[in-house]
């Protein structure tokens, strides 16, 4: 399935994404500097949380649009869609990198790209890829 070089190459294929270090000095892609997707390995307080549920393997977190997508995408596929008590109330999802196809993972960045870029940026990467 999907690796770290594949978020890396998807991410950093739009308009103005760099990468820096995340406050955890682990990978992370911004838009003018506003995160959209990372490394995000689960904490302490996720284990506890989740639980026998807590998946292994690398996680990557993900802004989405709004609530609504975040809900979406963890009942559509809660197989590759969790989400822990840490993100309550905010617009990411977490994803297990090892079971998302790359064509999803693509789609899945790209819009978490549209969510924090500028609407000038997002309105003309729209229009170059009509």
Known sequence: M???????????????????GSHDDLPAWRVRD???VWERPLRRGDLEALG???????ILGVRVPDLGAKE??????PAVYFTTPHFDGYP?????????????????????????????????HRAENA
């Open 52 to 58: 026998d549920a807590a998946p292994g393997g690398p």
């Open 72 to 77: 979406a995408l963890i009942a559509d596929d």
């Open 92 to 124: 990411s999802v977490l994803v297990r990198l090892d079971r998302i196809d790359v064509d999803e993972l693509t789609e899945l960045v790209t819009e978490a790209w549209y969510a924090r870029a500028p609407k000038r940026l997002a309105t003309a």
């Open 34 to 36: 506003k995160m959209f």
């Open 2 to 20: 999907a690796t770290w070089d594949d978020v890396r190459r998807i991410a950093l294929a739009l308009p103005e994404t760099t990468e820096r």
